[in-house]
């Protein structure tokens, strides 16, 4: 993730996300840690005040046992037992019923049961309220009275409408007697044991807090009795804050994406156009002027790049005006240099014609022709220099227009028809049906001077010209067999009147090089001392024409 628009966006959502996202944790947190010690609080609440009924009932009942062991008609029914004892079981069957209890029984003194109701199965187990007192006759205890309430599903349910929570009965050995929560009797099996503090304990798909205490006297045997409390209104309500957080996350998330996108393009729209303004100025297009409005840092960098780009402009100007005096400072002397050639012999022939007539030379008529041949050449030579400094001051503008390559080695094989039938000059088909855009005439004659370099190269040179397209250029080569170019002539090759022929202007190359440039092209020497020398001029195709059939 290297773009600074993609860290924008993705540090967007990031900042919209964290933040929802540990609010979320901590009020889910806080939420349920609420909500247990609440809970914890009411299912204590509700254990002691289970505990409190069943020391109250526990003492109701040994009231009422005791009341039965003082009934004197329970005594006589007791002692005199006819029948056997019918009476006696239907007196205690009615007193249990008035009395409230579950089970109510009297036995006699070796504690054999005589009479009673006590086929209650929880009773008859143990897990019940039961007390006892005895029936004393003339002073002396002849037999008891045990009644109580088994501790049952109904019993149970009765102390939940009073409560409010759910209850388990379980046995000293961790098996459920009974209980309010409606569930299957694996499902209450397999729900854990509470033994201390609350904890959450699933039964069937509910999910309980729950906490127990021991069901009268504590001891490792003792049955257990569970209090639990429904989690379903606060897993809910945590369930609904999640959802609530997920979808206001993904709101969140769509707008700092949208957010970030347009952020990151008020940042990195500038910045790209602040790099492809720093390319233009590598590449010297230091015209156009730099204008932006952006952030405040942004706009100082803009307000650097444009000094720096007037700076530039600035030195560039400075650096032409300093260059056009130094060209035009090095062609003067060019120009006196070559004026001067031709002036010496001109000069030395007139005096040479003046001592022979004065001295009255029977051969002056031979001197006078040698010296009007040599005077007519030099005054030739000067003609053809001040031509070529004409020409060179007088280079227009190009005028571009389709060129194709097949016309300009017609136009060459006209020209240089002897040295083409000679075999010095030879064209490679390959590429002569190529067209690019030019000035035909500034590109023939660049072509022209460098096969004339290359003809007077010396060693009878051939000269041989191709042309090649590559990369949206027209590549024209004229190479020939002559000596080559050392390495110091090679770097002084395109210099103002330097030449490295007896008679050359030095301009030749110049007036090549300035074509080559005008038309945005370039130009490149290949040279090695002894196998010749080739130049590629390369020209745009630009604009784009069609290409012609071979010729």
């Known amino acids: ?118 086929s209650t199965d929880v009773g008859s187990r143990g897990i019940s309220i039961s007390r006892g007192a005895p029936i004393v006759y003339e002073g002396r205890p002849v ?27 379980r046995d000293g050995d961790g098996a459920v007697l009974a209980s309010t929560v409606e569930a299957a009797a694996e499902s209450m099996a397999d729900s854990a044991l509470v033994t201390s503090g609350v904890a959450r304990v699933r039964v069937g798909r509910s999910s309980f807090l729950a906490k127990s205490a021991p069901l009268g006297a504590e001891g490792p045997r003792a049955a257990r009795i569970t209090a639990m409390v429904s989690t379903s209104a606060m897993d809910g309500a945590i369930a609904a804050l999640r959802v609530t957080a997920v979808v206001t996350g993904a709101a969140g998330l769509v707008l700092a994406v949208l957010l970030g996108t347009l952020g990151s393009s008020q940042i990195s729209g500038p910045v790209e156009r602040l790099s492809a303004f720093s390319r233009r100025m590598a590449q010297g297009e230091w015209d156009e002027p730099l204008r932006m409005e952006s952030v405040r840092e942004l706009e100082s960098l803009v ?16 650096l032409v005006t300093s260059e056009r005096q130094a060209a035009w400072s090095q062609m003067a002397r060019a120009v006196a240099h070559e004026v001067k050639n031709p002036l010496t012999p001109i000069a030395v022939s007139v005096a040479d014609l003046k001592r022979s007539y004065d001295a009255k030379r029977e051969d002056f008529p031979e001197i006078l022709d040698q010296s009007v041949r040599t005077i007519s050449e030099e005054i030739h030579a000067l003609e053809r220099l001040l031509r070529e400094f004409s020409d060179f001051a007088r280079l227009p503008e190009p005028r571009l227009a389709p060129v ?61 010209v191709s042309a090649a397209r590559a990369n949206g250029l027209v590549t024209l080569s004229v190479s020939d067999t002559g000596p080559g170019l050392a390495a110091e002539q090679r770097a002084r090759l395109f ?5 490295t022929k007896p008679a050359g202007s030095g301009l030749g190359l110049t007036v090549v090089q300035r074509i080559v440039h005008d038309h945005r092209g370039t130009i490149d020497v290949e040279s ?10 390369s020209f745009p195709t630009e604009p784009e024409a069609p290409p012609c059939p071979p010729s």
């Open 1 to 118: 993730m290297r773009s600074l628009r993609s860290r924008i966006i993705v540090g967007s959502a990031l900042v919209a996300l964290i933040p929802l996202a540990l609010a979320t944790l901590v009020l889910s947190g806080k939420l349920e840690s609420m909500v247990r010690a609440q809970s914890e609080e009411r299912l204590s609440a509700s254990l002691d005040a289970l505990q409190g009924r069943l020391r109250a009932d526990g003492d109701r009942i040994a009231r009422q046992v005791r009341i039965l062991g003082n009934d004197p008609t329970l005594k006589r029914l007791y002692l005199v037992r006819q029948g056997g004892g019918r009476d006696l079981a239907e007196h205690a069957a009615e007193r249990r019923v008035l009395l409230g209890l579950d089970f109510l029984a009297v036995h006699g003194p070796d504690g054999v049961q005589v009479a009673g109701d006590f």
């Open 303 to 318: 307000d650097a790049l444009e000094r720096m780009r007037q700076d530039l402009t600035t030195y560039r100007e400075r």
């Open 528 to 537: 090695v001392p002894g196998l010749g020398t080739t130049f590629h001029l």
């Open 143 to 169: 037999g008891s009275v045990v009644g109580g309430l088994a501790v049952d599903s109904t019993l149970l349910a009765a102390w939940k409408r009073a409560g409010g929570v759910d209850l388990t009965l």
């Open 404 to 464: 194709k390559v097949a016309d300009l080695w017609g136009d060459l094989r006209t020209l240089y028809g002897r040295e083409t039938e000679a075999g010095r000059l030879r064209f490679d088909p390959a590429g002569s049906d190529l067209v690019f855009s030019a000035d035909p005439d500034q590109v023939r004659q660049a072509l022209v001077n460098l096969l004339r370099n290359g003809f007077e190269a010396g060693g009878g040179a051939t000269v041989s």
């Open 495 to 499: 210099t103002p009147g330097f030449t």
